[in-house]
């Protein structure tokens, strides 16, 4: 019986390390996608020890590739600043020509947005789940509000029971 060393095999777990639920009260979300991050080293450590925000992000479209714009890592503390990176820099998402294109053609509409939803570790790398998204009107954002009470309620009720 040969013995598995279970550091060399990544596992195949997948955990969040940061969630966007503003985005899904702001958004109306029509399709999502999971993409990978081009990212540095430094960046890497300061996500798995959970250092990283996504609330103000959103993603573009430049040149045939996307980018994750305005989502803040923080540097890494036990490294020097010299080799540290920059809290808000762009970043390159990993994604198929073919996705890439129905990305450019959605985002063309009117009034559609890329929008990070979570950032997770899939088997040892970062992912993150980009959706497209229609901003919500205010009455939008009330009945969510309204539906959200209605389903505490019931819970409520059914507790009591």
Same mark, same amino acid.
């Given at each position: 019986?040969?013995?598995?060393?279970?550091?060399?095999?990544?596992?195949?777990?997948?955990?969040?390390?940061?969630?966007?639920?503003?985005?899904?009260?702001?958004?109306?979300?029509?399709?999502?996608?999971?993409?990978?991050?081009?990212?540095?080293?430094?960046?890497?450590?300061?996500?798995?020890?959970?250092?990283?925000?996504?609330?103000?992000?959103?993603?573009?479209?430049?040149?045939?590739?996307?980018?994750?714009?305005?989502?803040?890592?923080?540097?890494?503390?036990?490294?020097?600043?010299?080799?540290?990176?920059?809290?808000?820099?762009?970043?390159?998402?990993?994604?198929?020509?073919?996705?890439?294109?129905?990305?450019?053609?959605?985002?063309?509409?009117? /009034?559609?947005? $890329?929008?990070?939803?979570?950032?997770? %570790? *899939? =088997?040892?790398?970062? !992912?993150?789940? @980009? #959706?497209?998204?229609? /901003?919500?009107? $205010?009455?939008?954002?009330?009945?969510? %509000? *309204? =539906?959200?009470?209605? !389903?505490?309620? @019931? #819970?409520?009720?059914?507790?009591?029971?």
């Amino acid at each position: 019986m040969a013995k598995t060393n279970k550091k060399s095999q990544p596992s195949d777990g997948f955990k969040v390390m940061a969630d966007n639920r503003q985005a899904r009260f702001t958004y109306e979300i029509l399709d999502s996608y999971e993409a990978g991050i081009a990212l540095k080293g430094t960046e890497v450590k300061s996500i798995r020890a959970g250092k990283v925000n996504l609330r103000d992000g959103y993603a573009q479209v430049k040149n045939g590739e996307v980018w994750l714009l305005n989502v803040h890592i923080s540097p890494h503390n036990m490294t020097n600043q010299v080799y540290n990176h920059e809290p808000r820099r762009e970043r390159r998402l990993l994604l198929h020509k073919d996705e890439i294109r129905k990305l450019i053609g959605k985002v063309e509409e009117k /009034g559609l947005t $890329l929008v990070p939803l979570k950032l997770y %570790l *899939k =088997k040892g790398r970062v !992912k993150v789940n @980009i #959706a497209v998204g229609r /901003g919500k009107k $205010l009455h939008d954002k009330r009945e969510s %509000l *309204k =539906k959200k009470q209605e !389903k505490r309620d @019931i #819970a409520r009720m059914m507790k009591d029971r």
